[in-house]
């Protein structure tokens, strides 16, 4: 048995990684996998470059901003697969009396950008980290209704388990967080769903896993085995039939509300779910997108190479 | 600034700190957001227990916002890799802000990383010597209930359980506890 430390955060599209675990898939491939829940996403980033960690499931843009130093410090992570796409909700607080029952973007996103012209200070709106999909398709979603995100509101970072809380003490005015945050603080009627994600870009790419470079220049076999693994796993959690299960299990492992997990998974009753169908390689046309976007805010500077969007992207499969 | 929740630890590193360096240390108000408390206090050096999930708000504190002034950066010394696994293993980390030098902050880190081991190594000590006093009495459990129900001597039922062990690959303890768990569902049945 190969040991394996693998790296998750408490939210839905962890899913994978606990199925995987409960269900011996981990076993069967001969890995010994670990699961080191980390209460932020600086703590997966340190670990995998410290080798605290050998495998991560991470947010797709932050892999992306350590291979290309944003981030100290700089590591080129391989990143073999893909484990999630959409999952992430806009959510606002009581403060922002605009309708939340329009499904389309760019109505929604009409009716924020009224509502902000007449503010005096600009609302602070969180985020679950800086080099985020969250941040990425928050700002593209305002810019494309005029807002500036940088200007008209002010993007602050919350950790995802910890937005409803500041949602609800009115310390924030909304925010964009991944499942299960936003069913939950709309269970808890601290705020409304306004947008799922995917209708701000159909099917984005969510999480990734990704490897410690150390670890996967000296494991090539065990990584391969983890990714398969972990694509069984990901073909259980994306049958609907099979997600009471799931969302028992992320409630025991990592201690998630059951029932707002449950709606974000497949045929759950939410407006966002998680879709977990993306099993295989990265694919190489959301990366190229989430490094245009981080390019357009300036993340990418000019004295930075030019990206190639196939940098950090290995295929292990 | 110093980021910890745990009082005992903080209280500890604020007199170590003192103690050696002509150091101010400042903390963060109750309720009070990690980044709002950097800006307030525009602090050196923020040390960070990296069990706080608000970790993630101090990561690129110049990106999200134009207007504020301090940069703010993770410590990172890449020549001495064995120090930041050192660092990450204890669960500190250390930001720079504004244009304070690594050399100025290694010594900082250097004693919290110290101080958060010897607690850490503390805790690990405590846990081990109270899972051992668990294991004991449920060893002692078992053999009482071997010697009620078979009949068996001290030696003797602790003898069953070490062959039971051996023969099963577990250790004495497992055996003890799955003979208790069997044991009180035939007695609740």
């Keep these: 048995m190969i040991p394996i430390r693998l790296g998750i955060v408490r939210l839905v599209d962890s899913a994978p990684a606990v199925v995987g675990d409960a269900e011996g898939l981990f076993a069967a491939e001969g890995l010994d996998v670990t699961l080191h829940v980390e209460p932020s996403w600086a703590n997966i980033a340190d670990k995998l470059a410290w080798s605290a960690l050998d495998a991560a499931i991470i947010v797709a843009p932050l892999a992306l901003a350590m291979s290309l130093g944003l981030r100290e410090p700089k590591r080129r992570l391989p990143v073999p697969m893909g484990i999630s796409r959409g999952g992430n909700s806009i959510v606002v607080g009581p403060a922002v009396d605009i309708d939340t029952q329009t499904t389309d973007a760019t109505q929604a996103a009409q009716a924020f950008a009224a509502w902000l012209r007449g503010q005096r200070t600009p609302p602070r709106f969180a985020v679950v980290h800086v080099f985020s999909t969250h941040n990425l398709l928050l700002r593209h979603w305002l810019a494309a209704a005029g807002v500036d995100p940088d200007r008209d509101l002010e993007i602050v970072v919350v950790p995802p388990e910890r937005v409803v809380d500041a949602l609800d003490a009115g310390r924030i005015a909304g925010f964009c967080a991944g499942a299960p945050w936003g069913e939950r603080a709309a269970e808890l009627g601290a705020g409304r769903v306004l947008l799922g994600t995917s209708s701000i870009r159909p099917d984005h790419l969510e999480k990734v896993l990704a490897l410690a470079p150390d670890w996967r220049a000296a494991n090539r076999d065990a990584a391969a085995a983890l990714c398969r693994a972990l694509a069984s796993a990901q073909a259980a959690c994306a049958r609907a039939d099979r997600a009471d299960a799931v969302a028992a299990l992320l409630?025991?492992?990592?201690?998630?509300?059951?029932?707002?997990?449950?709606?974000?998974?497949?045929?759950?009753a939410a407006r966002e779910h998680v879709r977990f169908a993306a099993?295989?390689?990265?694919?190489?046309?959301?990366?190229?997108?989430?490094l245009g976007e981080m390019r357009r805010w300036s993340w990418i500077r000019d004295?930075?190479?030019?990206?190639?969007p196939a940098t950090p992207v290995e295929d292990t499969f | 600034m110093l980021?910890?929740?745990?009082?005992?630890?903080?209280r500890a590193l604020v007199d170590t700190l003192t103690r050696e360096a002509p150091v101010t240390v400042v903390g963060i108000a109750p309720g009070e957001m990690l980044p709002d408390a950097v800006i307030r206090h525009a602090p050196d050096v923020v040390l960070v227990d990296m069990t706080r999930p608000d970790r993630d708000a101090l990561e690129g504190l110049r990106v999200l916002s134009r207007e504020r002034p301090h940069p703010v950066v993770l410590f990172v010394d890449e020549d001495d890799t064995s120090f930041m696994e050192e660092a990450i293993g204890a669960g500190v980390c250390s930001y720079n802000v504004g244009s304070i030098a690594n050399a100025e902050v290694k010594p900082i880190l250097r004693a919290a990383v110290a101080l958060f081991r010897q607690l850490q190594a503390t805790r690990t000590a405590l846990e081990t010597a109270e899972a051992r006093?668990?294991?004991r009495a449920l060893l002692d459990r078992a053999k009482q209930l071997l010697m009620r129900d078979r009949r068996l001597t001290e030696p003797q039922a602790h003898r069953w359980l070490q062959k039971r062990a051996m023969a099963g690959g577990q250790r004495m303890v497992d055996v003890a506890e799955a003979l208790l768990g069997q044991t009180e569902r035939k007695e609740t049945r």
Excluded: K
């Design chain 1, 251 to 268: 409630a025991q492992r990592l201690d998630l509300p059951v029932a707002a997990a449950r709606r974000a998974l497949p045929g759950g």
């Design chain 2, 3 to 10: 980021a910890d929740d745990d009082e005992h630890r903080a």
């Design chain 2, 133 to 135: 006093l668990r294991e």
């Design chain 1, 279 to 290: 099993a295989g390689p990265v694919p190489q046309d959301e990366i190229a997108w989430l």
């Design chain 1, 303 to 308: 004295h930075e190479p030019p990206p190639d």
